[in-house]
């Protein structure tokens, strides 16, 4: 993976990034940062685990590459805390870029002092299990959304999307002209224009 280019999307928001996809692949609103000021971006290595069972996501830390971000489906089972401090710790030490999971976590606070970037379905406490049913780096749906192994993954306080890989060069392109026509807009919203006026809705629906 092409590090630049990484870090060219790691520079546009999330919001932006779904835009310049079309406003595809991007995940449940449910899924937030847990604590706002936190950020996410690089490829994805992905899990699948069973209901209440957090085994894998040990494994996957360890096994994944620096720079990776490990997103996790928990099979649509909500009430159990898969990950909390120390899995963050350990993920720190192997250079894990951040974790986004479609179920709870745990542990927030120590969490957000070590600054390791989690994105989650909320919190909760209750425990898990240590079956280790499940998949790693295997291709994984959440809320729709295929996410491939190596998929870059960014995500924000507005939330997360996904961006394959075989449209990160598009994605680039299209999110930087789309900041440079937002910015035209802000210049006309500055001088007193109106939105309607600068997107033409005042002619378009005789306003």
């Known amino acids: 993976m092409n590090?630049?280019?990484i870090k060219q999307l790691s520079k546009f928001s999330s919001a932006t990034i779904c835009e310049a996809l079309g406003n595809v692949n991007y995940l449940p609103s449910g899924i937030k940062p847990i604590a706002e000021s936190m950020k996410?971006?690089?490829?994805?290595?992905?899990?699948?685990?069973?209901?209440?069972?957090?085994?894998?996501?040990?494994r996957a830390y360890a096994y994944a590459n620096p720079g990776d971000v490990l997103i996790a489906?928990?099979?649509?089972?909500?009430e159990a805390g898969y990950w909390g401090d120390l899995l963050s710790l350990g993920?720190?030490?192997?250079?894990?870029?951040?974790?986004?999971?479609?179920g709870c976590v745990r542990d927030a606070d120590d969490i957000e002092k070590m600054g390791f970037p989690v994105f989650a379905r909320g919190l909760c406490?209750?425990?898990t299990s240590n079956h280790g049913d499940g998949s790693l780096n295997e291709p994984i749906i959440i809320g729709g959304v295929i996410i491939n192994p190596g998929d870059i993954v960014v995500g924000d306080r507005d939330g997360v999307v996904i961006v394959p890989l075989?449209?990160?060069?598009?994605?680039?392109?299209k999110a930087i002209a789309r900041e440079a026509k937002e910015e035209l807009?802000?210049?006309?919203?500055?001088?007193?224009?109106?939105?309607?006026?600068?997107?033409?809705?005042k002619e378009k629906f005789g306003w």
């Open 3 to 5: 590090k630049n280019l």
């Open 40 to 58: 996410v971006c690089g490829p994805a290595y992905t899990v699948q685990t069973m209901p209440r069972d957090n085994v894998l996501l040990h």
């Open 73 to 78: 489906d928990c099979s649509e089972f909500y």
């Open 91 to 102: 993920a720190m030490q192997h250079g894990i870029n951040g974790l986004v999971i479609d």
């Open 125 to 127: 406490i209750r425990g």
């Open 166 to 173: 075989d449209k990160i060069d598009e994605t680039i392109e």
């Open 185 to 201: 807009t802000r210049a006309e919203l500055r001088k007193g224009k109106p939105s309607i006026e600068i997107y033409g809705w």
